[in-house]
């Protein structure tokens, strides 16, 4: 069990590491840049496979994780692919994210809906 867990830990530093030659891609030479090395440590500790998903991460929000997030999750997707345990964990996040998105889509909907009938009864009244 020790091995795995040094190889987990091994496949974490190292996309982190292939996270920050990344964020030198997206972001090259900005005061303010997409993550740090924090930030990075964040990003593969997580997974995030989607952007809604990497806007939770510390230090990342809405704005970034819109900015850069396909850029990143496609990194993720692709690293994770040759480590069994992210890969698994990588399903995972996954499915999380499409009940994600499928719950927000119905809410905004819903509200969509209650903006419509609102909008109705005043014109009626």
Do not use: C, N
Request: hydrophobic share 50%; charged share 30%; no cysteine.
């Amino acid at each position: 069990a020790g091995g795995r867990a040094a190889a987990e830990a091994d496949a974490e530093k190292e996309l982190a590491r292939r996270l920050m030659l990344l964020r030198r891609e997206i972001a090259p030479g900005k005061e303010t840049h997409a993550y740090g090395e924090r930030g990075a440590k964040a990003i593969a500790a997580a997974l995030p496979m989607s952007r809604r998903q990497l806007a939770f991460v510390e230090g990342i929000g809405v704005g970034k994780a819109d900015k850069w997030g396909d850029r990143v999750i496609a990194l993720l997707r692709d690293f994770s692919r040759s480590f069994p345990h992210l890969a698994a964990k990588a399903a995972q996040r996954a499915t999380e994210a499409e009940v994600e998105d499928a719950r927000a889509a119905a809410e905004a909907q819903a509200q969509a809906q209650a903006a419509a009938a609102a909008a109705q009864a005043q014109v009626q009244a």
